[in-house]
């Protein structure tokens, strides 16, 4: 069973940082890509930023280019995503994200807030 576990949410102060991470299990991590979802109040799902299988490639959404990295440790099956500087803007849920064999599957996500 394909499982994501997110968690490093939490309030934060305008300006301040974060570093979210998602445990995975249940398919071989190391094989597939990754990505970080996140969804604010009453807005759709915006996509963040992806990584591929190796960790080589990174892939950044233009609203959070310079302030984000995401990474991943394959050793450890985990997906990270360091926010820094972080804006009222990047209040959201995130949610990691991958798809197995054709089927696309979720965390729970985590609740990030910025208050300014």
């Known amino acids: 069973e394909v499982r994501l576990v997110e968690s490093g949410g939490g309030l934060v102060q305008l300006g301040g940082s974060l570093r979210l991470s998602c445990a995975a299990s249940g398919f071989t991590f190391g094989s597939d890509d990754m990505s970080w979802v996140r969804q604010a109040p009453g807005k759709g799902p915006e996509w963040v930023s992806s990584i591929s299988d190796s960790g080589g490639l990174t892939y950044y959404a233009d609203s959070v280019k310079g302030r984000f990295t995401i990474s991943r440790d394959n050793a450890k099956n985990t997906l990270y995503l360091q926010m820094n500087s972080l804006e009222p803007e990047d209040t959201a849920v995130y949610f990691c994200?991958?798809?197995?064999?054709?089927?696309?599957?979720w965390g729970q996500g985590t609740q990030v807030t910025v208050s300014s």
């Open positions: 994200n991958t798809d197995v064999w054709g089927y696309e599957y």
